[in-house]
């Protein structure tokens, strides 16, 4: 029975080996020069662009899928450790034991360049669109819904208008939202800054495996002064085309959308080499709550896909 354990131990971790022989130099590459400002002035860079998020969407879901292969099979090892323990089969035991250390070691080696590969095409992806193209751009009407948060309060856009709205998508498990609560108070220190300047600040979560105990527990660690919004169904999420987390909507107070997009130029604080953090959420405010037209209408968000029900 040990021998057999060792031997299902040994042909597990081959194949996580093999599973893991991915590296940047398998993905695609960006064309040089490829720099997308949404601006529909430069069909060729509208292409770039979206080619570009394409490669970014493609490198998370395989990061994504590597890293759930990787769980389940530390999981099914443990399994084994825990048999060959009970069976007192200790020579079985520490071999197994020593070959998750190597796994885990080796998925930490194959999977960081994949992590640093998929930050760099985000931040080359961030630039603010020209300000040339904001005059033949038309604000698109925010759609109206209804939604309860997870504190057992009913929100409705309709019951807003007048008011200046921000949605921002939000997933407590995707480390470019947890960057902005965690490591920064970002979302938290722009709801507080125009508080009291006709802004009502929404999170909304579409993650379909979400819990609201789970929402409730963030929402208290962080002590948001804004409420988070049950959209477990996907159905708003889809309905206004959010795509990452975090995803920005700033919407004016006749209804319609002035900015979609990134909340700032900096991916997990990292921005281009020669470039400075652009906060578009912060900006598009400023300048709606001084009577201004906002310069920046879109810019393309970052972040984990939202990861809607199927």
Same mark, same amino acid.
């Given at each position: 029975?040990?021998?057999n ?23 695609a590459?960006?064309g ?26 493609e490198?998370?879901?395989? *990061? ?6 990787h769980q389940q ?5 443990r ?16 071999t ?10 080796s998925? =930490?080696?194959k ?10 095409? =985000?931040i ?5 669109v020209p300000r ?7 604000a698109r009407q ?8 997870f504190?057992?309060?009913t929100?409705?856009l309709?019951?807003?208008?007048g008011?200046?709205?921000v ?7 995707c480390?470019?939202?947890?960057? &902005?609560y965690?490591?920064?108070s970002t979302m ?8 009291d300047?006709?802004?009502?600040w929404?999170?909304?979560?579409s993650?379909?495996? $979400?819990?609201?105990?789970a929402?409730l ?6 002590e948001l002064?804004?409420? *988070? ?6 159905r708003?999420?889809r309905?206004y085309?959010?795509?990452?987390t ?5 919407i004016?107070p006749?209804? &319609? ?9 900096a991916?997990m ?9 652009v906060n578009?959420a ?6 709606? $709550?001084?009577?201004q037209?906002?310069?920046t ?5 970052y972040?984990?896909?939202?990861k809607?029900?199927?």
């Amino acid at each position: 029975m040990t021998r057999n354990l060792l031997s299902v131990a040994v042909l597990m971790g081959l194949s996580v080996c093999v599973g893991l022989a991915l590296t940047p130099a398998a993905i695609a590459q960006p064309g040089e020069g490829a720099r997308p400002d949404g601006s529909g002035e430069d069909p060729a860079a509208r292409l770039a662009a979206v080619q570009q998020q394409q490669q970014i969407n493609e490198l998370e879901q395989r *990061i994504e899928s590597v890293k759930k292969e990787h769980q389940q099979l530390i999981a099914e090892l443990r399994s084994l450790h825990q048999v060959a323990l009970k069976e007192q089969a200790q020579e079985t035991a520490g071999t197994v034991e020593k070959l998750i250390t190597k796994l885990q070691s080796s998925f =930490q080696e194959k999977v960081g360049p994949l992590e640093r590969e998929h930050q760099r095409l =985000q931040i080359a992806a961030r630039v603010r669109v020209p300000r040339a193209g904001r005059a033949e751009r038309q604000a698109r009407q925010a759609p109206d819904f209804t939604l309860n948060s997870f504190d057992g309060r009913t929100f409705s856009l309709s019951d807003l208008k007048g008011k200046i709205v921000v949605l921002e998508w939000v997933n407590m498990e995707c480390p470019f939202s947890r960057y &902005h609560y965690e490591t920064k108070s970002t979302m938290a220190d722009l709801a507080k800054k125009y508080k009291d300047r006709n802004v009502v600040w929404l999170a909304v979560n579409s993650t379909n495996h $979400t819990t609201a105990e789970a929402n409730l527990e963030f929402a208290k660690k962080h002590e948001l002064p804004f409420p *988070i919004l049950d959209d477990r169904s996907g159905r708003v999420g889809r309905l206004y085309g959010a795509k990452t987390t975090p995803h920005v909507f700033v919407i004016d107070p006749e209804g &319609h959308i002035v900015y979609n997009g990134a909340i700032d130029s900096a991916p997990m604080g990292k921005v281009a080499e020669g470039g400075q953090v652009v906060n578009y959420a912060d900006q598009a405010l400023a300048q709606l $709550t001084t009577g201004q037209e906002v310069a920046t209408a879109s810019t393309p968000p970052y972040g984990c896909s939202v990861k809607y029900p199927r």
